[in-house]
């Protein structure tokens, strides 16, 4: 059984890598993840050009209280914060299409009904189709992660430290944790949808509603909080209604449990905590738990949906 | 003289219903080891269905069928591992090459070492070549013997077409009936085909059957077909005539 699914993982990866659009979002990706140090370097290196001119003005001014440098005791780390946006905005979108592309890819070219007449299980082959878009997105992530430590490294002067190290790596952990749940979501509706373009519609709007509107509820009428990951600007309405509002939903908006969990991990608001550590603690351990919980039923109902599946029956609607 | 023979496809009251349609009525048929057996039927009548059933795509609503002593419900994984199957319309991915294509397909027939295996297979069809090259350049002909490649790479012991010269130019008919001669003789693989064409039936098969409305109406040898409408012209004229209900004419013991 395990060299069936080891046999459908390959033949995935492999022709996952002559698809134009997901070299098209890979490439756009890996491109994000270079520019995302740039970016991080670029914005503190002009903030503290700006510091220093406001410093040389105020002490030619004779101001004696010269306010401290922004990035005083701001870990490296934190100049890659702008990865967490990209991972929840296109790193989310290429792991929706793998997802999607991977049981459609099948039903398109209409080889269903040769796989099905082999020696090969409806199970196996989803498993084998999991684990393939888990090594895909795996090589992603481990891209991202090295591109990510050689710019820190190159961009910042000196070598990251071990606990750094390992901070970026757990970053990259629950990033790979996250692109799942959507590449699971992707295709169960490719399973389950009659047609293609439905099949990728609906998860597209799922992407829509996981990455935008639950975050716009939760972070209720603080717009700047939807895309940055610092949660200081977070802060709700003092309203009671948004105040439960957010307790409901907030448990279940992953991508806000993502931007807070990964935030944490590259010291993107050290220091700046508006709640207590305890809170914290807890609600990313919830967080964290809901991930999880989200990428189990989505990849049992896909292998739910696949014993459903009727091979016969695989011509797709456009 | 039969009753010595193995069975290779053993039907017994197939019958698969879509709600209120019956699509495949009573079905009770047996295939000898050997036999290259024509089904035939006008379109509708049943036959995909069958062979839907036969290689385990689909669940019948009542009756049993074993291939080769497997049961097609109970034990289709051994099933899938003793039979080829070509569905009408063979499709491949296009962006793999004829060679990629069949080393996956043929690894999930459960062969490991596919590359020696591929270069027979493709030698016995005398298709070499066109390995390297993407299924997407490939003709409708082409795409048809990489279908039969597939099919035949783990030596099967049924094969099953269906409409296997559907979308064929003259050539390409009469090459694939050499092909399909070709393997029931070589390779000794039985083989069940679907088909409506009643001039591939006549140069390829040994037994036929007639299908009509997810009933079998008719089954016998191609011989004894031809010696009992011997007032017919054709083929043709003998299905129009089975097909025209004119089985009380028949022997008794030919009718099913």
Not at chain 1, 202 to 224: E, K, N
Not at chain 2, 213 to 219: S, T
Request: net charge positive; aromatic share 10%; with cysteine.
């Amino acid at each position: 059984m395990t060299s069936r699914i080891d046999i459908v993982a390959k033949n995935e990866f492999k022709t996952l890598f002559k698809e134009n659009t997901f070299i098209l979002l890979l490439l756009i990706f890996i491109l994000m993840t270079i520019f995302s140090t740039y970016i991080g370097w670029s914005a503190k290196n002009t903030i503290i050009n700006v510091y220093q001119e406001t410093v040389k003005d105020l002490s030619l001014k004779g101001i004696k209280e010269i306010p401290p440098n922004p990035f005083t005791g701001i870990p490296d780390l934190s100049i890659l914060k702008n990865m967490i946006v990209y991972v929840f905005l296109i790193g989310s979108l290429l792991a929706l299409v793998i997802g999607n592309n991977a049981f459609i890819r099948d039903r398109r070219s209409g080889v269903l009904r040769i796989i099905f007449s082999k020696f090969i299980s409806k199970q196996t082959y989803i498993f084998g189709k999991i684990v393939g878009i888990f090594e895909t997105l795996l090589l992603v992530v481990f891209i991202s992660f090295l591109l990510s430590l050689f710019s820190t490294v190159l961009i910042s002067g000196h070598f990251l430290t071990p606990i750094e190290i390992l901070k970026l790596s757990g970053f990259y952990a629950i990033s790979l944790v996250y692109l799942l749940i959507f590449s699971m979501v992707g295709l169960y509706f490719a399973i389950d949808s009659d047609g293609e373009s439905i099949a990728l519609l609906i998860p597209v709007i799922i992407w829509v509603l996981l990455t935008f509107v639950m975050p716009q509820i939760t972070s209720s009428l603080a717009p700047t909080a939807l895309l940055n990951p610092n949660n200081i600007q977070a802060a709700t309405p003092h309203s009671n209604f948004f105040h439960i509002l957010q307790m409901i939903i907030k448990p279940f908006s992953i991508s806000e449990s993502y931007k807070e969990i990964s935030s944490i991990l590259l010291e993107a608001n050290s220091g700046i905590n508006t709640i207590s550590t305890l809170q914290i603690k807890f609600q990313n351990a919830v967080g964290l738990i809901i991930m999880f919980s989200y990428l189990v039923i989505s990849m049992f109902g896909s292998i739910y949906k696949i014993n459903k599946f009727n091979s016969c029956e695989e011509e797709l609607n456009i | 003289m039969k009753d010595s023979k193995e069975i290779v496809i053993k039907i017994e009251g197939l019958t698969k219903k879509y709600g209120n349609f019956i699509a495949l009525r009573n079905l009770n048929l047996q295939i000898f080891k050997g036999e290259i057996f024509g089904f035939l039927g006008h379109n509708g009548a049943g036959k995909t269905t069958t062979v839907n059933i036969l290689t385990t795509l689909l669940n019948p609503t009542s009756g049993i069928a074993t291939i080769c002593n497997f049961d097609i419900a109970k034990e289709s994984i051994e099933v899938r591992r003793r039979i080829g199957y070509l569905p009408e319309n063979v499709k491949f991915y296009e962006n793999l090459t004829a060679f990629e294509n069949l080393d996956y397909l043929a690894k999930l027939s459960g062969l490991t070492k596919t590359e020696n295996k591929i270069k027979e297979v493709l030698s016995f069809l005398e298709f070499t070549g066109f390995e390297n090259k993407k299924i997407g350049q490939f003709s409708r002909g082409m795409k048809q013997k990489i279908g039969i490649a597939q099919a035949i790479i783990h030596e099967p012991e049924v094969l099953f077409l269906d409409e296997p010269t559907s979308g064929l130019d003259p050539f390409g008919i009469k090459n694939l009936r050499e092909i399909i001669i070709k393997i029931n003789k070589e390779k000794g693989i039985t083989i069940f085909m679907n088909t409506h064409l009643l001039s591939e039936v006549s140069k390829t098969c040994t037994t036929i059957g007639v299908l009509n409305h997810g009933n079998l109406i008719y089954k016998d040898s191609l011989e004894n077909t031809l010696k009992k409408f011997k007032d017919d012209v054709s083929l043709e004229d003998i299905y129009l005539n089975i097909d025209n209900n004119i089985k009380n004419q028949l022997d008794n013991r030919s009718i099913i």
